[in-house]
């Protein structure tokens, strides 16, 4: 099976290349897939450490780091040939961005009917959020705050009113966002003007800038939990001030590992089903601010990933 893949080749520089559309016994047409916009970013700029190279590597992926490399994990598609009860049904797979590919049915989520497929690219991006509204272990009506109103951000601070039932205030130094965040059931605050007494902050900005605010703003014995993740750049990290004498905590989440709390309950197919399944909400189609067709990346997705680029979420869509 021959498909068309983006390969980023060079600083900057993204391809289109044939190649084989990998082994499993279904064989998934793709209807779109999703750009995880920071790590995507470093990966254009050849900026994942190489003590990163292999905890890195994507289920599918192609090539090596820094280049020349096929990468991506957060593709939507429909069952053309495979067994029941996937054959025909629309699934989510951590695959690259390609025109299809071949998977077997346990690297395959079946989506819901009213998950549409562009909001399906979400998936990926809506399981991070998940695994740290986990590793926070929230109580009703905690003082939350996030820190960066990007797509992670957006999705945590949804999750952290709706799910755990938490007063939510989403902060970002885009004064525009507060119309997410009003569109998304939450309060806003420029990142300036973020009181101190939150219970826990999620910090989504990956800036330094970013972290200082959000231990800035922790209450006493307040639980920052950092998301962001920087690359190979250093980063400041402000432990002066207040943060001993505040009994502040600084706990990094990743969802490469199950949250602590679920790990008894949940594998990792059993929390992106549940990420899946909470999609369903209609308003968070306001996240994807952008679309781009899958032959026109070459040209159009260096600026999409360039650092200050506008914009949310970007879904590729491949018709």
Same mark, same amino acid.
């Given at each position: 099976?021959?498909?068309?893949?983006?390969?980023?080749?060079?600083?900057?520089?993204?391809?289109?290349?044939?190649?084989?559309?990998?082994?499993?016994?279904? =064989?998934?047409?793709?209807?779109?897939?999703?750009?995880?916009?920071?790590?995507?970013?470093?990966?254009?700029?050849?900026?994942?450490?190489?003590?990163?190279?292999?905890?890195?590597?994507?289920?599918?992926?192609?090539?090596?780091?820094?280049?020349?490399?096929?990468?991506?994990?957060?593709?939507?598609?429909?069952?053309?040939?495979?067994?029941?009860?996937?054959?025909?049904?629309?699934?989510?797979?951590?695959? @690259?961005?390609?025109?299809?590919?071949?998977?077997?049915?346990?690297? *395959?989520?079946?989506? @819901?009917?009213?998950?549409?497929?562009?909001?399906?690219?979400?998936?990926?991006?809506?399981?991070?959020?998940?695994?740290?509204?986990?590793?926070?272990?929230?109580?009703?009506?905690?003082?939350? #705050?996030?820190?960066?109103?990007? *797509?992670?951000?957006?999705?945590?601070?949804?999750?952290?009113?709706?799910?755990?039932?938490?007063?939510?205030?989403?902060?970002?130094?885009?004064?525009?966002?507060?119309?997410?965040?009003?569109?998304?059931?939450?309060?806003?605050?420029?990142?300036? $003007?973020?009181?101190?007494?939150?219970?826990?902050?999620?910090?989504?900005? $990956?800036?330094?800038?970013?972290?200082?605010? #959000?231990?800035?703003?922790?209450?006493?014995?307040?639980?920052?939990?950092?998301?962001?993740?920087?690359?190979?750049?250093?980063?400041?990290?402000?432990?002066?001030?207040?943060?001993?004498?505040?009994?502040?905590?600084?706990?990094?989440?990743?969802?490469? =590992?199950?949250?602590?709390?679920?790990?008894?309950?949940?594998?990792?197919?059993?929390?992106?089903?549940?990420?899946?399944?909470?999609?369903?909400?209609?308003?968070?189609?306001?996240?994807?601010?952008?679309?781009?067709?899958?032959?026109? *990346?070459?040209?159009?997705?260096?600026?999409?990933?360039?650092?200050?680029?506008?914009?949310?979420?970007?879904?590729?869509?491949?018709?």
């Amino acid at each position: 099976m021959s498909v068309q893949a983006l390969w980023y080749i060079g600083n900057g520089e993204v391809a289109l290349r044939c190649g084989e559309g990998g082994d499993g016994a279904c =064989h998934v047409r793709t209807r779109a897939s999703g750009i995880s916009r920071g790590t995507e970013r470093l990966i254009l700029r050849g900026a994942v450490p190489q003590s990163e190279w292999e905890r890195m590597r994507a289920p599918r992926q192609e090539g090596s780091f820094p280049f020349p490399v096929k990468y991506g994990y957060a593709a939507v598609g429909q069952v053309e040939a495979g067994p029941e009860p996937y054959l025909g049904a629309q699934v989510f797979c951590l695959a @690259p961005h390609q025109t299809s590919f071949r998977a077997d049915p346990g690297a *395959l989520t079946i989506i @819901p009917e009213d998950v549409p497929p562009r909001r399906a690219t979400l998936a990926a991006n809506m399981e991070t959020a998940l695994n740290a509204v986990w590793d926070a272990d929230l109580t009703p009506n905690s003082r939350v #705050a996030v820190v960066g109103a990007g *797509l992670v951000g957006c999705l945590t601070a949804y999750l952290a009113r709706t799910y755990a039932g938490c007063n939510v205030t989403l902060s970002d130094t885009i004064a525009s966002r507060a119309e997410i965040a009003t569109e998304l059931g939450v309060s806003f605050c420029n990142a300036a $003007a973020l009181a101190d007494h939150f219970d826990v902050i999620f910090h989504c900005s $990956a800036t330094a800038a970013g972290l200082e605010t #959000a231990l800035n703003s922790a209450a006493f014995e307040g639980l920052v939990v950092e998301m962001s993740w920087y690359g190979s750049a250093p980063v400041p990290v402000p432990l002066g001030a207040a943060f001993h004498s505040q009994r502040l905590r600084l706990h990094a989440s990743q969802v490469g =590992h199950v949250a602590p709390s679920r790990r008894e309950s949940h594998d990792h197919a059993a929390r992106l089903r549940e990420a899946v399944a909470l999609l369903g909400e209609p308003r968070l189609d306001a996240l994807i601010t952008d679309t781009v067709r899958f032959s026109d *990346l070459p040209a159009r997705l260096p600026s999409l990933l360039a650092p200050g680029a506008p914009g949310i979420a970007t879904v590729i869509t491949y018709d």
